[in-house]
């Protein structure tokens, strides 16, 4: 087996790490695995030069299966997992009313797949994924000229098949896919302070989106 483990620090209380490790299980398996994170006062590009309210911290991981059944027949199976948190950064007004936005995003994915070579001439694979993301934001209570909130998801499966055949100088290949794509968006606001608002131009039609709306 072999490993790498990487650490870097900086200004803003920046903190980085990653890590991947990989190796033979047995004689005919191989499994790999890697994890990398962050964390920042400096997350995103701030809109203030005071970088005000800009917190953030990220992490991933992955994990790769590999598996040779048979001299024919290969099997692979990859998963992950990603999340990221932050702050939404705001500017000296905002920051004086206490305004507090978060966003956080969350991915996952997962894919299986098998190879055949049933010939020197012909190949057939089969792999089915899934993949699904999120994204939210969290709106809060001194919100300036704004409250917001966002809730969305996206959500992907499928599955795919193929067959290659070399022939002379020919290669030949057919195949099939099938999808499933789902989505969902909640999106919610209204004006927090008419007069902000207006200096911000606002159009008159959110203006009149107060918190009865």
Same mark, same amino acid.
């Not at 995103?44 to 001299?71: C, I, K, M, R």
């Not at 919100?143 to 020919?170: A, F």
């Given at each position: 087996?072999?490993?790498? !483990? /990487?650490? @870097?620090?900086?200004?803003?209380?920046?903190?980085?790490? =990653? =890590?991947?490790?990989?190796?033979?299980?047995?004689?005919?398996?191989?499994?790999?695995?890697?994890?990398?994170? /962050?964390?920042? %006062?400096? $997350?995103?590009?701030?809109?203030?030069?005071?970088?005000?309210?800009?917190?953030?911290?990220?992490?991933?991981?992955?994990? *790769?299966?590999?598996?040779?059944?048979?001299?024919?027949?290969?099997?692979?199976?990859?998963?992950?997992?990603?999340?990221? =948190?932050?702050? !939404?950064?705001?500017?000296?007004?905002?920051? *004086?009313?206490?305004?507090?936005? +978060?966003?956080?995003? !969350? /991915? @996952?994915?997962?894919?299986?797949?098998?190879?055949?070579?049933?010939?020197?001439? @012909?190949?057939?694979?089969?792999?089915?994924?899934?993949?699904?993301?999120?994204?939210?934001? $969290?709106? =809060?209570?001194? &919100?300036?000229?704004? %409250?917001?909130?966002? &809730?969305?998801?996206?959500?992907?499966?499928?599955?795919?098949?193929?067959?290659?055949?070399?022939?002379?100088?020919?290669?030949?290949?057919? #195949?099939? *896919?099938?999808?499933?794509?789902?989505?969902?968006?909640?999106?919610? $606001? $209204? !004006?927090?302070?008419?007069? *902000? #608002?207006?200096?911000? &131009?606002?159009?008159?039609?959110?203006? +009149?989106?107060?918190?009865?709306?």
């Amino acid at each position: 087996w072999l490993g790498n !483990v /990487q650490a @870097t620090t900086g200004s803003d209380a920046t903190r980085q790490g =990653s =890590s991947v490790f990989g190796g033979p299980i047995g004689n005919s398996m191989a499994l790999s695995l890697g994890f990398s994170g /962050q964390r920042s %006062h400096r $997350f995103l590009d701030p809109v203030h030069p005071g970088n005000l309210h800009n917190s953030g911290n990220a992490a991933n991981a992955t994990a *790769e299966f590999n598996w040779l059944a048979s001299a024919s027949d290969t099997i692979s199976i990859v998963g992950g997992l990603g999340r990221s =948190s932050f702050d !939404v950064p705001h500017n000296e007004e905002q920051e *004086e009313g206490g305004q507090d936005q +978060r966003q956080r995003n !969350v /991915q @996952t994915w997962q894919t299986a797949s098998w190879q055949c070579a049933w010939s020197a001439n @012909t190949v057939s694979q089969i792999a089915g994924y899934h993949r699904s993301g999120s994204a939210a934001l $969290f709106g =809060s209570e001194r &919100d300036t000229p704004l %409250h917001l909130s966002s &809730d969305r998801s996206l959500r992907r499966s499928g599955v795919l098949g193929s067959v290659t055949h070399h022939r002379g100088k020919h290669v030949l290949k057919t #195949g099939i *896919e099938a999808a499933r794509l789902s989505l969902r968006e909640d999106f919610s $606001f $209204f !004006v927090t302070d008419e007069d *902000e #608002g207006e200096d911000a &131009d606002l159009s008159e039609g959110a203006l +009149r989106h107060d918190a009865d709306d």
